[in-house]
């Protein structure tokens, strides 16, 4: 749209409409064509792919968030660091008529709220320096830390412990304890705790609290960075054993063969005299169509394989295997082992292949 435009569907005068847009334009928020207009710029689509990282977070902590509020009628929450301050995303309200929660959006202190302290202990000590010396140490109460050497000392306490606590630091009445959301490669992506009048939430409750959110924790991280897949469009695996598992940024795939979902196999003939012939060609080529299958299914593609492993029967095969190798795979492709072995599983089966791919899981990274 023309700055006119905007301004017209605003009902706002131009040269405001028009000092606004350069704003945005500046901050990266809009960008202009060589004809003057204006369009959604790139810090958008980074706000969206944040907003859809969240999504996916609030998504995934909200049935414990749920849980933990039945189990002690109090409001569970959960919140991430959002530059200086922390900001709450999701939380769970119990049956309850005298709550202290606060509203989802709302910001928080980093040096004097549970969670806020939590974000901060999980930085690395160069970021944690740097940003508790650029930090405002407001006092809010008698008990908030609004000094920095303390605030230091009590983020390696929290750092060691695993939790932290706000005794009535942010607010007179409240008291809050905190425990960290780990991503798969142990950084700390967000906060989940439990917020209740001082009067209810004693020693023996708040110990009681963190034993159950932290067993939480275990299972949610588990949940979030583990993934174990059996595809039903495919051939069931032989056995208690998934077609690939997951864990964080690496995927695992099972060995894997030209075996098809009714049990028969991709090129194979039998003769009238039942004489068995293999095509090793077609297997191969099935073989990798099942990786790309499984893979796709999971967000990743073969492109994204790191390690191959090969299994012929025959070695005679292999320059065949080869041939049809080189249709999916360049110099740039995945390492790759080819052995022969004795026997595999089925006796039409010439050829088995496991893989290991690499696929950042980006959507849930350190918070910022």
Known sequence: MTATEVAQTLGTNLPTVHRFLLTLETVGAVSRTQQGRFHLGMALADLGDKVESNKLLVDAVRPHLDAIAAEFRE???????????????????PDRSLLIGHSIGEMYPLHCTAVGKILLAALEPAARERLTGSLT??????????????LRRALIDIEKQGFAVDNEEWEHGLRSIALPLRNGKGKTIAAIGLSAPASRLDDTMLEAVRKDIGARLQTLEHFMFTESRVFPQKARPRGSFPHLKRVDDFIFVSGTSARLPDDTFEGVQIDADGTVKIDIRRQTRAVFENIRDFLTGIGAELQDLVEVQAYLIDMKDYEAFNEVYSEFFGFEGPTRTTVGVRELPHPHQAIMVRAIAYKPHSQFEETD
């Open 137 to 150: 140490l407001e006092r809010f109460t008698e008990s908030t830390i609004a000094d920095a050497g303390s």
């Open 75 to 93: 409001v569970a929450h959960c919140a991430v660091r959002n530059g200086s301050q922390a900001i709450n995303i999701a939380q769970a309200m």
